[in-house]
């Protein structure tokens, strides 16, 4: 059985970026830029005022005061019709191109109105330059401005708009399809029956998903019958990622694997040496260009979940074209101790984790919640990470210091 | 001119939880629960086998070795027929229902199936339980699971589907509308013409918005024009907040404060002691039992962002239910000094922050960036922080310690 670090390799081996698309900007937040954009203009595209004001010559406000003529007035939008000359201003806003002939903008505080063509400046005699950012100083037309492999956010929205890229070309987002199967399986809405309990682990690998990132799409629920596992696992490996949950344990009706195999998809690993979520499969196909990796987890819902983050979410990652790390795993105090583990599998154990992010200087600290199990989702709920035991027994004491992974 | 902190009071007044609506499961993540759920069912809801085996009477594995009758096999979704009698198994898969009489389950590895009727058992003598979880030791029947003001994560969606909650009561995503202002903006798209710029700012905001767990309704770009204003913003008070950029400072064509005040917005404040930023206007319109939040930002992207993450995002995460503090601000050390800062307003800095949440211990520490002023879009799309410096003038020398906000 292999280890845990073993399986990642593997399935990050497997996860090869997607291929570049072009998308509207709308649909490029928190994708990765797949080509360096740059500007089709300088800018700022014309030497422009920094605020409201006056631009003046300044030999005219040498003495500190000066009355001027108002030759005009450029708020956004308009473009100036006449040059500054010795003796005349032309009023402009924050933004607004210079008028030629100007040297200087005068805020519109430092000014009085005499009438509607007349205005008395008082102010420093104003250095050339000044409140003026000239054309080109930010960047220059043709100059990268976002290069490629970057984690577009929300102020790069607002660059590639600057910068007239309305259809940046991106990683997509990887699309998910999440199929759940077994015969025991009924939908939220519903009341089971003797035998029968709700899918939980569909909807959770979902939001999961769509916290990545990344497209979900819901296969429902495959019943434990060869046709119809055929079918919902087919439509699944049209996209990029296929999850299923259950069907990959050791018991009678665990046919996935099998159909897997008939569909062409190649098994790379089964079983990782890990507690909860041992079971979990791993795959891919290679169609017509068009690469799936498909995941088999548990079907109890924290093996699910432990096998997402541990194999899933970097996987996801890895398509969409980020580098980052596959696993945020820090170093941490036990809060809670003594606490007896034994196992002959590393164990990942739910706890809640203190961050130091909100002070200069921390400890992490961890504490281990009160588990019931693999199937105790509401004690999961209140976790925001996983800590790392490896196999054996020990008793850690309050202040040992353990591996957590953060969720 | 108020204080960011005064300011911020204000907003936050106005900032009540929008009143809660019944949603579609896939609509739930990232929302806060407005009721406490309960389940509908005991949680195991019946005696269950924790993994795949044998289930027996303890007696008959006293020795340590058994050859037994196999009754029948119950799967996944399947209920038990027959009571399990001295000298008789049921084989039964993880989670199913135990059938009557069953003391204990042996696990499958260690039993050696003989014929389709006889098993042999080696293992120790069980204890009784051994492998089962007992109907509703999880949870019970009306026991409460997830306390309202939950902020719903992945994890809680597998729960509210376990409890049979498929439409969960939370505080709905506020709805944000989007305006930019000005006559010379033009869309990403088009070729800017003398005099116009690209419309950065409206992009960036419903980008900032949707990063928020929030739903944009991006309204376009309104003239300098009274009557396109009025229609725009008539519109834009529809939703939960309206997020104006442009038209708020002293411009001869800042008509945006007074066609609110038309359309029935109280104005609750103009003019923040910040930079960059000062021009940003504030204020509320209840109308038939609907309140929305008007935010009037400065037209340029750095004031923007900054009014955003200062003011707009902690409404949008109150109106959501969401009670977390309204910024993240740390203690850093600069890492690049000696930065000399003068002016008469606090001004917020863009800057890296390396975190210490990757660490067990660490001090954070802030690099400032190259800045060139309220336009300069390009350095803050680097920045992760912005260093919060007092009114007035110091250097600051590398080792010194800053307030730093996270964005």
């Known amino acids: 059985m292999i280890t845990v670090d073993a399986a990642l390799r593997l399935v990050l081996e497997q996860a090869t970026p997607l291929a570049p698309a072009r998308v509207p900007l709308g649909h490029a937040l928190g994708c990765v830029l797949a080509d360096d954009v740059a500007s089709d203009l300088d800018s700022p595209p014309w030497d422009k005022s920094m605020v409201d004001g006056y631009a003046i010559r300044v030999a005219d406000l040498a003495t500190g005061t ?32 210079l008028p030629p002939g100007s040297e200087a903008v005068v805020m519109v505080e430092r000014a009085e109105l005499l009438d509607e063509r007349r205005v008395r400046l008082a102010d420093k005699p104003p250095r050339p330059g000044q409140n003026i950012l000239v054309r080109g100083s930010s960047f220059r037309r043709g100059e990268r401005i976002i290069p490629r492999d970057t984690l577009l956010g929300p102020v790069h929205i607002g660059l590639l708009c600057e910068v007239g890229c309305a259809e940046p070309v991106v990683r997509p987002r990887p699309r998910v399809a999440i199929l759940s199967t077994g015969n025991e399986l009924v939908s939220a809405a519903e009341t089971p029956r003797p035998g029968q309990i709700r899918n939980s682990n569909g909807p959770m690998l979902a939001a999961l998903t769509s916290k990545v990132n990344a497209t979900p799409i819901e296969l429902g629920v495959a019943r434990d019958e060869l046709a119809d596992l055929r079918r919902r696992i087919a439509a699944g490996l049209e996209s990029d990622l296929l999850v299923l949950s259950g069907g990959v344990s050791a018991g009678v009706l665990d046919l996935v694997p099998s159909v897997l195999a008939e569909l062409g998809v190649a098994q790379i690993f089964h079983k990782v040496n890990l507690k909860p979520g041992k079971p979990i499969w791993f795959g891919s196909r290679e169609a017509a260009g068009h690469r799936t990796l498909v ?34 795993i820090v ?21 809640t984790c203190d961050s130091a992010a909100h002070g200069g200087a921390a400890r992490l600290s961890v504490r281990l919640l009160p588990w019931q199990g693999s199937a105790d989702l509401r004690t999961l709920a209140a976790a925001n990470a996983l800590v790392v035991f490896p196999a054996g027994e020990r008793t850690y004491a309050t202040g040992d210091e353990v591996d957590a992974l953060l969720l």
Do not use: C, K, W
């Open 295 to 328: 995941f088999g987890l548990p079907g109890n819902p924290v093996s699910s979940l432990v096998g997402f983050e541990l194999f899933v979410r970097p996987a996801i990652e890895r398509r969409a074209g980020r580098s980052t790390a596959p696993h945020s």
């Open 331 to 351: 170093r941490a105090l036990i809060d809670n101790g003594p606490f007896t583990q034994r196992g002959d599998r590393t164990t990942y154990y739910p706890a």
């Open 66 to 97: 000066a009355e001027l003529e108002i030759l005009e007035e450029i708020v956004a939008g308009a473009v100036p019709t006449r040059s500054v000359v010795p003796g005349a201003t032309t009023r402009i806003m924050t933004g607004a191109p």
